[in-house]
């Protein structure tokens, strides 16, 4: 077993899907048709043999605390595990807004009442394969205080906008923590993913509050680079990076390809999830689907094209579906065309029947509206 407590974080508010947001916490947010984004997370952490598990809720838990629910699903077993849901606390202000610091500083009694020694941190944006227990024996054996995983990318320019860039040495020792303003086409891209010991934690933690209240933790990290020893963890995976509607849409169509399908399709690491038993998707009326991710229980009688669709929909005789992204439970009436859309769940389209965006800035149809 790994000798770590997992937490599992949102981000500063830099990290908001207009829209999206609204209705759910990113962790909730739809992927694939089939999975929640705080899946992966978990899933990597169960994997990795962490069975001691706090996630940090930034909006309403009603979605997750369905989907979670006693961790049965992730192979987390409440005999020797447990997995928690901590909504965050705002005293009357917004989620949105409230930092993490302030969410670990009301739960740090039960950080350090935890049987493990050592924290992982990981955010619900950032989707990777990541073995915890090795990445956890690197920190312990290169002796930093606290280790960063990171990726070196080259193509900065146009991607990962306001994301965590590292400045390290080439002992890969970090010597600051900025943000991406697309100025260089090469960087070291933080994937916000922070292993130390609980003790570390605790003072980051109260040092950070004690200098301000709207320190993050990415905050107090990049103050202490001069201080302590914080060193980058190199991670060569693939990664699919979520902080805007633009990019939840690019990681969600990559997955139509077969080589990154391979990375949920991977035995050895798998990526748990809820799982409804609902009868397979259907094809009525000369339906068909090609190059697509249709899940459980849909009804297609038109067609569907590079596109994922999610359990329980109804498209519609004659529709065309094409470079979309259907949420569960949506309706596609007889007839429609839709090009580079996202459909949020429990919506109609009935009325209008063409609806197209653009590659570069998907259109966004809002959950429960009938257009």
């Not at 599992?8 to 830099?14: E, G, H, L, V």
């Not at 908001?16 to 992966?40: H, N, T, W």
């Not at 990597?44 to 369905?66: A, E, F, K, T």
């Not at 290169?142 to 906008?161: P, R, T």
């Amino acid at each position: 077993m790994c000798n770590a407590l997992g937490i599992i974080t949102y981000n500063d508010s830099s990290v908001y899907v207009e829209g999206m947001q609204k209705y759910r916490p990113i962790a909730a947010f739809s992927f694939l048709g089939r999975y929640r984004l705080v899946d992966f997370a978990i899933s990597n952490m169960s994997n990795s043999g962490i069975d001691d598990i706090q996630i940090y809720v930034n909006g309403n838990p009603r979605s997750l605390i369905d989907h979670v629910g006693t961790g049965r699903h992730y192979n987390i077993n409440s005999k020797h595990g447990h997995l928690s849901l901590v909504p965050v606390y705002t005293d009357g202000g917004t989620s949105r807004f409230t930092t993490d610091i302030s969410c670990y500083a009301e739960n740090i009694h039960a950080v350090m009442e935890n049987q493990n020694d050592y924290v992982v941190i990981a955010p619900v944006n950032m989707l990777y394969k990541g073995n915890y227990e090795e990445l956890l024996k690197q920190h312990v054996e290169s002796g930093a205080e606290v280790s960063v995983l990171y990726q070196h990318v080259d193509n900065a320019k146009e991607n990962y906008i306001g994301c965590d860039v590292l400045q390290m040495n080439k002992q890969r020792g970090v010597l600051s923590i900025a943000q991406n303003l697309c100025n260089y086409k090469s960087r070291y891209l933080s994937l916000q993913t922070y292993i130390m010991s609980k003790e570390i934690f605790k003072t980051l933690v109260e040092e950070a509050q004690e200098t301000s209240s709207m320190y993050w933790f990415k905050d107090i990290l990049n103050d202490k680079c001069v201080d302590m020893d914080i060193r980058g963890l190199n991670y060569r995976g693939h990664i699919y990076v979520i902080n805007d509607l633009k990019s939840y849409y690019e990681s969600n169509m990559q997955f139509l390809t077969e080589e990154k399908m391979k990375d949920i399709a991977d035995p050895e690491w798998p990526v748990y999830t809820r799982t409804s038993d609902s009868a397979p998707a259907i094809y009525l009326n000369g339906g068909t689907a090609t190059g697509s991710l249709i899940s459980n229980g849909c009804e297609i009688s038109g067609v569907v094209k590079n596109s994922i669709v999610g359990r329980s929909c109804k498209i519609g005789k004659d529709a065309l579906i094409e470079n979309c992204i259907i949420m569960p439970d949506v309706e596609i009436a007889d007839g429609a065309h839709l090009k580079n859309v996202i459909v949020d769940k429990h919506s109609r389209i009935a009325k209008k029947k063409d609806l197209a965006g653009l590659e570069e800035q998907p259109l966004y149809i809002g959950r429960r509206e009938n257009v």
